[in-house]
Nanobody
Framework: QVQLVESGGGSVQSGGSLRLSCAAS????????MGWFHQAPGKEREGVSC????????YYGNSVKGRFTISRDNAKNTLYLEMNSLKPEDTAMYYC??????????????????WGQGTQVTVSS
């Protein structure tokens, strides 16, 4: 059974940093595009950042460009999101997602098959 387990969320003050991790099991991690999505109460889930299987291409949402960095370690089946200069508007549940094997790159929820349970990020002003 495929599992994606996020960790690293928490509560920080504006300007602070967090590092999210997503540990994957029971899937061919190195063959899949991976992504981070967030969803605030009453809003749709949207792509924060996505990365191709060999890390040669990344995508960042406009609101996080220059502040967040996505990376992956295929040997450890782990995805990361380094979040710096956090703002109150970054407050949301953050989800890790995996695409179908050899999926098409596009940081949209419909392009991803497997999802973690989420980790909450709360940024106070």
């Amino acid at each position: 059974q495929v599992q994606l387990v996020e960790s690293g969320g928490g509560s920080v003050q504006s300007g602070g940093s967090l590092r999210l991790s997503c540990a994957a099991s029971e899937l061919t991690f190195g063959d899949r595009i991976m992504g981070w999505f967030h969803q605030a109460p009453g809003k749709e889930r949207e792509g924060v950042s996505c990365i191709t299987s060999n890390s040669d291409t990344t995508y960042y949402g406009n609101s996080v460009k220059g502040r967040f960095t996505i990376s992956r370690d295929n040997a450890k089946n782990t995805l990361y999101l380094e979040m710096n200069s956090l703002k109150p508007e970054d407050t949301a549940m953050y989800y890790c997602a995996a695409s179908p094997k050899y999926g098409e790159f596009g940081c949209l929820p419909e392009n991803f098959d497997f999802w973690g349970q989420g980790t909450q990020v709360t940024v106070s002003s």
